[in-house]
């Protein structure tokens, strides 16, 4: 994995605006209506040709497929594995609880398409029969790099989806518990996990859980019984992870990518110790929103591992505001002081602009423009640290 060596590389975590064509479909298939495959994939490639295109001319330096033939950063494993179906029954998170007016007005916009609430449940043995899905997501990734007229970038990642916010997201309706189920996830994702940096990617892997779920599936429960919960789901993963080298993943967390209240958080200096326990080599936190940024500066006191780099969140997904460069380079420097290396901090995005196809808040033209922006403003940052002129 790269390191930040001789100036602030850029990246973001994974997700980007899908055109409306091909998220119609992807809707489509996710609702069991009928779709033409072939047109999909047809579209997809399209679809990816010009994400990395435009990730490139953005600055990008550590880029990806932007997902575009997924219908969510989590759901698309119903597609590849089997054991799913019915129908799953999660609680509303306690934003929705406890801010009717507001869910109220979200709902009203029409940002949401999926119910994602609804989605199916695990109610038999989950299994990978192959490795298909992934493996066609692949081949088009390389079909789209081949297509950059030699334009490259310094690395690429490609994500996939947490044991642990899976067994949340998609409700066990068959193991004996939570914890069995969240073991049998963690085993099957591994054949993906392989396969991703066998390929010579990146992994991320995104673990919302570590967030959301303190006021989600754990919402009930008091705080040392949500982190021994998340300490469960970190040992399950890192078996998951058993055999590639923890350089060859980063571990994105986060609180949610909407533009809700957040007051129910769980901080992020409560989790940082769980976090520190994911046998990765980069970490991907969420440091530009209204409600965290400040929490930055818990790496003063609490050091990240030698091993590990911090990609931090500087461009908000939840909005339209471009952020200004040079805001950029100040949270860009901040980090740098309270991790203590410039080195090992990367400039990223706080979440995906697309984590649920249908699902975007931030348009399509601003997106474009607020990585831009983090490119620049990394440019800022670099010249101040390394003593350019």
Known sequence: MKRSTDRILTTHMGSLPRPDLLADLLVAE???KPVDAARIASLTDEAMDLIVRRQLECGIDVGNDGEMPRSTFFGYIIGRMSGFG????RRPILDMQQFPKWWQNYQARGVRRLNVYGFPAAIGPVRYEGTDGVKAE??????????????????TFVTAVSPGFAACSLENQHYDSHEAYVFALARELAHEYRFIVEAGHILQI????????????????????????????????????SGIPPERVRFHACWGNRDSPHVNDVP?????????QVKAGALC????????????????????PDRMSLVCG???????????????????????RAVGDRERVMAGTDCGFGT??????????????KLAAMRDGAAIASKRLWGMR
């Not at 908000?316 to 200004?324: A, G, K, L, P, S």
Request: charged share 25%; proline share 6%; aromatic share 8%.
């Open 86 to 89: 019915g129908q799953s029954k």
């Open 285 to 304: 936190l969420p440091f530009a929103n209204a409600r965290h940024s400040h929490e930055i500066d818990a790496f003063k006191a609490q050091k990240l």
């Open 314 to 336: 500087v461009i908000e997904t939840t909005h339209n505001y471009v952020e200004h460069p040079e805001v950029i380079a100040e949270r860009l420097e901040r980090a740098v």
């Open 268 to 276: 992020a200096p409560d989790v940082l110790p769980v976090c520190f």
């Open 356 to 369: 649920i196809v249908g699902d975007t808040q931030v348009s399509e033209d601003v997106v474009w423009a």
């Open 30 to 32: 996710a609702e069991g």
């Open 138 to 155: 692949l081949e088009a990734f390389a079909r789209a790099l081949s297509h950059q007229g030699g334009r490259r970038f310094t690395e």
């Open 206 to 241: 995104d673990s919302p859980d570590l967030g959301i779920e303190r006021a989600g599936y754990f919402q009930d429960e008091p705080l040392p019984k949500f982190l021994a919960a998340m300490e469960m789901h970190v040992a399950a993963l890192n078996e998951a992870l």
